[in-house]
């Protein structure tokens, strides 16, 4: 089973217990492009599989592992394959880059 987060309390967790954690954005890179998280990764949700080396680099086997998408559908999926091959600690986040815009940070752009 994947953990998830919502947007106030990852905002609130990445000073203390999410100090070290992966920002994975399986978004399209034109989506990343328009609206981020700060010190995010954009590994899109079609070159994951391709590129699953490197995000076990940065995750290793425990370290929590933060995927994000527009409202947490495709994250959702690709937490799950990452929990299937064993990387990171995967947390979705419920609502995506959406949420975070809506409730954590305005600055963001909703699209």
Excluded at 15 to 36: I, S
Excluded at 53 to 63: C, F, H, I, S
């Amino acid at each position: 089973m994947v953990e998830q987060i919502d947007a106030p309390t990852l905002a609130a967790a990445r000073a203390d217990a999410l100090a070290d954690a992966v920002l994975l954005d399986v978004r399209e890179p034109w989506e990343f492009q328009t609206a981020r998280i700060e010190n995010s990764i954009n590994v899109p949700m079609s070159a994951l599989v391709a590129r699953v080396d490197e995000v076990r680099e940065l995750a290793g086997d425990d370290k929590p592992l933060v995927v994000i998408c527009h409202h947490g559908g495709r994250s959702m999926q690709c937490a799950h394959f990452l929990a299937r091959q064993g990387i990171g600690r995967p947390i979705n986040l419920a609502g995506g880059i959406d949420a975070w815009s809506q409730q954590v940070d305005p600055a963001v752009p909703r699209y």
